[in-house]
C-alpha cells in the first residue's frame, strides 16, 4: 500500500514540476501572442497535448434504467392535478413550518413514481420536534404520490423523467 503512494507521489510530483507546456501568463519569446484567446484565456479548460477532448460528449438522456431529464429536448411535465398536503395535527401544535424536498420520477402515463424524500425539514428543527417534523415529511410523500401529470416528452413522445419537487408547510 505504501509502494502505491509512493509511486502515486512521485506521478503526481513530475506532473506539478515539469509542465508539459508553457503558461498562458507567460508567452515564450519566439512564440507571437495568439490572435484569438485560447480556450484556456476564456476560462474554458485546457488539455495537455496528450489528451484529447472526446469528440462526443456522452449524453445524459436516457440514463440506464431508460429515465430522462428535462432539457437536452425533452419537455418537462405539468401539474395537472395537485391536492394540498395535510398539515399534521402534531406539527400545528409545535408551530412546526419548512420546505420538504422531495425526488420522484413522472412516468410515460405521468403518474409520480419512487416518491421519496432528499431533504427533510426534521433536519431543521430540534431533537424535541423531530418527531412531529416528520410527519410533515410523510404529508408531504403522500400528497405528491396524489398528483397528476402531463407527462414529459421528448420529439412528441411521452418519456419518464426525474424531477424534485417542494412541498411548503406554513403556519398562518
Do not use: C
Request: glycine share 4%; proline share 13%.
Amino acid at each position: 500500500m505504501t509502494h502505491l503512494f509512493v509511486l502515486w507521489l512521485a506521478l503526481f510530483a513530475a506532473q506539478t514540476t515539469t509542465p508539459a507546456t508553457p503558461s498562458p501568463s507567460q508567452p515564450s519569446a519566439s512564440q507571437p501572442a495568439p490572435a484569438t484567446p485560447t480556450p484556456h484565456a476564456m476560462g474554458m479548460p485546457s488539455f495537455p497535448p496528450h489528451q484529447t477532448t472526446p469528440a462526443i460528449l456522452p449524453s445524459l438522456n436516457p440514463d440506464a434504467s431508460g429515465i430522462y431529464v428535462v432539457g437536452d429536448g425533452v419537455t418537462p411535465p405539468k401539474v395537472l392535478s395537485q391536492p394540498p398536503p395535510k398539515f399534521s395535527e402534531i406539527a400545528r401544535q409545535q408551530k412546526i413550518s419548512g420546505i420538504v424536498t422531495l425526488s420522484l420520477i413522472v412516468d410515460k402515463e405521468g403518474n409520480p413514481v419512487n416518491v421519496h424524500v432528499i431533504k427533510s425539514i426534521a433536519d431543521t428543527v430540534g431533537v424535541s420536534q423531530r418527531e412531529a417534523a416528520l410527519t410533515l415529511d410523510q404529508a408531504a410523500v403522500d400528497a405528491v404520490r396524489q398528483y397528476k401529470f402531463s407527462p414529459a416528452t421528448k420529439n412528441g413522445v411521452p418519456v419518464a423523467v426525474y424531477l424534485n419537487v417542494n412541498v411548503n408547510f406554513e403556519i398562518f
